[in-house]
């Protein structure tokens, strides 16, 4: 069983600061990478995607990738009240066309 | 405006009825899928489709059936064999040859079993 792993949370931190959000993944040879924001009763929206080591940064969104370490994670610079929504994690894993496997999200609350 | 479309955003079922959910779409993306969201479950998917008159069962498939008769139209029926039925659908679609696996959802269908 190909796996994504993320706490959960709720991850809580005050407006204008850094937010972390984490997602490890089993699959060693996954080959691309998408981090979805989910509002409350609403459908996911893309917001970040990433296929290579390092660094992608996207406004105030940066994604980052470790594939010897397997883990993904999105930082959000300057939070916002109006960041405060579900992160999923999402790997689209090797070995020709597959399926998407979704991590549970992570919940953040940004604190005015 | 090119997007998915999903129908009914809310549905209440009585128990031992079948229920159909519509998804259509007008990107020309070759798959689709569909998938159920429960609190702290995340997305787990139920049926997906990359081509027409083809699809697959995911990982929670029974219960549930669907068709792909036409490249826009992936819809979904849950039937009275499915155990909890209650939940938020989603329907997604992504471009197949690209096979970078980024997906487009449509705004969800919330099921209610009373």
């Known amino acids: 069983q190909k796996e994504v792993e993320q706490n959960s949370g709720p991850l809580s931190v005050p407006e204008g600061a850094i937010a972390s959000l984490n997602c490890t993944y089993s699959?060693?040879?996954?080959?691309?990478f998408f981090w979805y924001r989910q509002y409350s009763g609403k459908s996911p929206e893309l917001i970040m995607f990433?296929?290579?080591?390092g660094d992608k940064e996207d406004g105030r969104f940066t994604a980052q990738l470790n594939k010897a370490s397997q883990y993904v994670s999105l930082l959000i610079r300057d939070s916002q009240p109006s960041d405060s929504a579900t992160y999923l994690c999402?790997?689209?894993?090797?070995?020709?066309?597959?399926?998407?496997?979704f991590g549970i999200g992570t919940k953040l609350q940004v604190i005015p | 405006d090119g997007g998915i479309t999903q129908s009914p955003k809310y549905l209440f079922r009585k128990e031992g009825q079948n229920v159909t959910l519509s998804c259509e779409q007008n990107?020309?993306?070759?798959?689709m899928y569909w998938y159920r969201q429960d609190p702290g479950q995340g997305l787990r998917l139920i049926y997906y489709?990359?081509?027409?008159?083809?699809?697959q069962k995911g990982d929670i498939a029974e219960g549930y059936s669907v068709s792909r008769e036409k490249k826009e139209s992936f819809p979904l029926t849950v039937t009275s064999a499915q155990k909890n039925p209650t939940a938020f659908y989603l329907c997604?679609?992504?471009?197949?040859?690209?096979?970078?696996?980024?997906?487009?959802f449509g705004e969800g269908s919330r099921l209610t079993v009373l």
């Open positions: 997604a679609s992504s471009m197949r040859h690209l096979n970078t696996g980024e997906l487009f």
């Open positions: 699959d060693r040879g996954s080959q691309s």
């Open positions: 990433i296929y290579s080591n």
């Open positions: 999402a790997v689209f894993p090797s070995g020709g066309y597959q399926k998407v496997t």
């Open positions: 990107l020309n993306h070759d798959a």
């Open positions: 489709s990359q081509i027409v008159n083809d699809f």
